[in-house]
């Protein structure tokens, strides 16, 4: 119901409008003054106010404009009764904010008219008010929501890196500390998601999260950086040592195994650690610094840390050259293949050969792959150098099939990013076409983080090139992280057990030792799946004896042959004196 103020010393004119109002349900109040009707405003709460102009001490042009100077009303409506009728005095009233007047004697039907068409007014106006609250309440949660999403990780509710950033800087700014940034990586995390799903990666995101939360002292901040990145924002950091003593303890946090959703998962992972300077106390400098120092952890493998050093942005450099260098070596055709004999171990016959890249460089003589591959992995080089390969090594298995060796085989790496280029179909079918090979003698031989990158697009490529006679096998089979777990419903050929396996055996570690127990696990697995085992790396005559007992199908290693280039292999292998 609507409630109506009617400012008027005049009792009696109050009881007039009282009366021609009375079929309208309206609540009406009385001041009889000015003062009185200012007052009585917040009992009130007026939708209209109905004012005399005439009134001893605070007439009604100044009523008027006191009330539409207050915030809280001044969207009432005001109708000013006048027995003044001249244009100037209309004039006054306006200026002074009413927005309608009736003039004396009161008429009924004006008199309604006019107060309707006013509450309607104001009607309206709430309205638009109530909608004008709720759409800044909606723009206000928004704005928070937002805020929250830029500057806080949703999965661990920790700062993100913008929040670390934001509270690096406020502290900053209200007295200059020094700093210290401790960023954990967590390794191989993309195999995790792999092999267990996303679900249960984010949880193990969370636990990690909780785990390294409960090393930290007051002054310590941990943040989520990254899709599998931690860092500790750290105030009052002079030494080195601060920083390493925490590093340990974050190190040991990862010693034991993470329960999630009933799987047991290590992690282990690599840190970076910086400081700011006198000179440089810059935040995303402190951020950029520690994430270099990580790199190079990584670089170094599993669970090591960094500090870092101004050095390494000449290390950054020097990777930028290879890169460039590698370029050039393409264009000018620096690089070579060579081939490393692969044996039937029971024949102890030549079965075929893997195909190695070298770098055959200017003042540095041959460069292997180790040094190389990584770099062109990271620039996508790899994937024009790798075709390359291919086509080197099909044209010269082609020469070697018609010179009279017509059952050799030939394996080419192929590196994750090739594996993930989208014509690498189309590209190895058109070597096939160009080169003339029989596809059910060349092998492809890929990592179990080619697969483990997108595991169905893996499924799907390694069909498609198998329904083609190609050939699959995994390399380095035993380094990654669920190595038996997906094989069952990966179709793939064979396995090429890691060379760290077998080089650990020997005569004197007994059968009992780990690397003796993977290796019989993995040739047991095999031959249940009906895969190829390929043992890499035999160097000594006990490794062989070892591999043959456990019926080991082949084998490669510097035992029998190093990888050598054609002419080598054709002297020392293909020799047809020797046939
Ligand atoms: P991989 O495919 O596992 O190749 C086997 C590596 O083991 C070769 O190293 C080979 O020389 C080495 N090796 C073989 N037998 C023995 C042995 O008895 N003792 C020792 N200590 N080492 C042995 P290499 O040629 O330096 O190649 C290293 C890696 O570089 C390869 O590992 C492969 O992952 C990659 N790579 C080589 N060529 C290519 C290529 O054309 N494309 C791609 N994507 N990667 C390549
Ligand atoms: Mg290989
Ligand atoms: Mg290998």
């Known amino acids: 119901m609507f409630s109506i103020l009617v400012v008027d010393d005049e009792p009696n004119n109050f009881d007039v409008i009282e009366t021609f109002l009375a079929n309208e349900k309206y609540q009406l109040h009385y001041a009889s003054n000015g003062q009185d009707a200012l007052q009585s405003l917040d009992i009130f709460k007026p939708d209209l106010i109905v004012l005399d102009v005439m009134m001893p001490g605070l007439d009604g042009i100044e009523c008027c404009r006191r009330l539409k100077a207050m915030e809280r009303w001044q ?42 068409s006013m509450l309607r007014i104001r009607q309206q106006y709430q309205q638009l008010e109530e909608f004008n609250n709720r759409l800044e309440a909606i723009v206000q949660q928004r704005t928070t929501q937002l805020r929250q999403m830029i500057f806080q990780d949703a999965l661990t509710a920790l700062p993100s890196r913008a929040g670390l950033l934001q509270m690096f800087e406020q502290r900053q700014e209200i007295k200059p500390l020094p700093w210290g940034l401790i960023t954990l990586d967590c390794d191989q995390f993309k195999l995790v998601n792999g092999s267990f799903g996303h679900q249960v990666g984010d949880q193990l995101l969370r636990a990690i999260a909780q785990r390294l939360n409960r090393q930290l002292s007051p002054g310590q901040l941990l943040g989520r950086t990254g899709g ?92 930028l050259t290879l890169e460039n260098d590698l370029q050039l070596a393409f264009k000018q055709s620096d690089f070579t293949v060579y081939y490393q004999p692969i044996l039937d171990l029971s024949s102890e016959k030549l079965a075929g050969f893997e195909a190695l890249i070298r770098w055959r460089h200017p003042s540095r003589g041959l460069v292997s792959p180790a040094e190389f591959i990584p770099s062109m992995e990271m620039t996508g080089l790899i994937v024009s150098v790798g075709l390359w390969v291919l086509r080197q090594a099909c044209e010269q298995l082609q020469q070697w099939h018609r010179r009279g060796w017509p059952e050799l085989t030939m394996s080419v790496n192929l590196s994750v990013r090739q594996f993930a280029s989208p014509t690498l179909l189309a590209d190895v079918e058109q070597i096939l076409a160009e080169t003339g090979v029989n596809p ?30 190609l050939q699959i096998s995994i390399d380095d ?61 035999i160097e000594t005559q006990a490794q062989l004896a070892w591999l043959q007992h456990l019926d080991c199908e082949f084998g490669q290693g510097y035992l029998f042959a190093k990888p050598l280039s054609a002419a080598e292999i054709e002297d020392q292998f293909l020799n047809p004196r020797l046939k």
């Not at 590093?247 to 840190?271: D, H, N």
């Not at 092998?443 to 083609?468: F, G, H, P, V, Y």
């Open 75 to 116: 969207s009432v409506p005001i109708i000013v009764v006048t027995a003044l009728t001249t244009k100037a005095d209309l004039v006054e009233c306006i200026s002074a904010g009413a927005d309608d007047f009736i003039s004396k004697p009161v008429n009924r039907m004006e008199l309604t008219a006019r107060v309707r």
């Open 228 to 319: 599998d990145e931690f860092s500790i924002l750290i105030e009052n950091v002079d030494r080195d040592e601060q920083l390493e003593v925490l590093v340990a303890r974050m190190l040991a946090c990862f010693t034991a195994p993470f329960w999630v959703e009933s799987c047991e998962i290590f992690i282990t992972v690599s840190i970076g650690l910086a400081k700011t300077t006198r000179l440089n106390q810059d935040g995303e400098q402190l951020f950029q610094d520690a994430d270099t120092a990580m790199y190079q952890a990584k670089l170094r493998g599993k669970s090591s840390y960094q500090i870092f050093d101004p050095q390494m942005h000449v290390a950054m450099l020097q990777r």
């Open 440 to 469: 059910a003698v060349l092998k492809l031989e890929i990592t179990e983080s080619a697969i483990m990158d997108n595991a169905e697009m893996a499924i799907a490529l390694t069909q498609s090139l198998r329904s083609r006679g």
């Open 477 to 537: 089979f035993g380094t990654g992280y669920s190595s038996l777990g997906y094989l069952h419903r990966f179709p793939v050929d064979a396995l090429k057990i890691d060379r760290s396996f077998i080089n650990a055996i020997n005569p004197t570690s007994g059968v009992t030792n780990p690397p003796h127990q993977v290796v019989e696990t993995i040739i047991t697995l095999a031959q249940q799946l009906g895969l190829a085992v390929i043992a890499e790396g």
